[in-house]
Each structure stands twice: as structure tokens, then as C-alpha cells.
């Protein structure tokens, strides 16, 4: 009895851990914040569980700061149409989203458009 009741409870810890390691978007970003810059790539995390990107943004009085963007996973994006190539550094790109709760150059990518203005698929994460 001992036995299948330990058991029962390392099976149910196991399922624990992949359900809280998904979190909500929103938890992280503010959908009441709403964002659009244009940059330069300046770095790229083609990684899981979710894709990150770095553009430098110059304001008017020449000051340069560098954005965190979030992506869907890698899976995702390829699906997509996007690779490791996509989004080389050097190139300029507008892209819109939602600026972090905590961290205001933090946002998540709701549309993203290269340099020629073409817009690109972008993933939905979820809510």
C-alpha cells in the first residue's frame, strides 16, 4: 500500500512540473502599453523556450538604447518561415508589441518589418 502510494504521489509531482513552467504573456508584458520602435539588430538568441532579439534604438538626441524583444519558440518561427539567417545583425527593422511590466525595454512582438517594409509572420504566443 505504501509502495503504490508513493508511487501515485511521485506521478503526480512529475506532472507538476511542465504545467507551472508555462507562464502567461500578460505576467510579463503590459497589453496597456503598446509599442513601436525602428532599429538596428544588434543580437539574436535563436533558442527555446522562446526566441530573443536586440535592436539598438537611436532617439533624437542621439542616445542609443538597446530593446529586448520576445518571440515565439524556434519550432514556431520555422513554421513560420523564419531561420537563424532571418534576422542577420546590421539589419534595420520596425517592430511593434508590448513593453514589459517591470523592465520598459522589454517587450513582446506583436509585428515586425524588415528593412524593405515587408511585413513578417509573427507567432502568437499564448495568453
Given at each position: 500500500?505504501?509502495?503504490?502510494?508513493?508511487?501515485?504521489g511521485?506521478?503526480?509531482?512529475?506532472l507538476?512540473?511542465?504545467?507551472?513552467?508555462h507562464?502567461s504573456?500578460?505576467?510579463?508584458?503590459?497589453?496597456?502599453k503598446?509599442?513601436k520602435?525602428s532599429?538596428?539588430?544588434s543580437?539574436?538568441?535563436?533558442?527555446n523556450?522562446?526566441?530573443h532579439f536586440y535592436?539598438?534604438?537611436?532617439?533624437?538626441?542621439?542616445?542609443?538604447?538597446?530593446?529586448?524583444?520576445?518571440?515565439?519558440?524556434t519550432?514556431?518561427l520555422e513554421?513560420?518561415?523564419?531561420s537563424?539567417?532571418?534576422?542577420?545583425?546590421?539589419t534595420?527593422?520596425t517592430?511593434e508589441?508590448?513593453?514589459g511590466?517591470n523592465?520598459?525595454?522589454?517587450?513582446?512582438?506583436t509585428a515586425?518589418?524588415?528593412?524593405?517594409?515587408?511585413?513578417?509572420?509573427v507567432?502568437?504566443?499564448?495568453?
Open positions: 500500500m505504501k509502495l503504490g502510494v508513493l508511487a501515485l511521485l506521478a503526480l509531482s512529475a507538476a512540473v511542465p504545467v507551472s513552467a507562464h504573456w500578460t505576467a510579463e508584458y503590459d497589453a496597456k503598446p509599442i520602435v532599429g538596428t539588430v543580437k539574436v538568441e535563436w533558442t523556450p522562446h526566441t535592436v539598438d534604438v537611436t532617439d533624437a538626441s542621439g542616445k542609443v538604447t538597446t530593446w529586448n524583444f520576445e518571440m515565439a519558440s519550432p514556431a513554421r513560420g518561415g523564419w537563424r539567417k532571418t534576422l542577420p545583425v546590421g534595420q527593422v517592430v508589441g508590448f513593453a511590466r523592465v520598459v525595454e522589454r517587450a513582446i512582438v515586425f518589418r524588415g528593412p524593405d517594409g515587408k511585413e513578417f509572420f507567432p502568437k504566443l499564448g495568453n
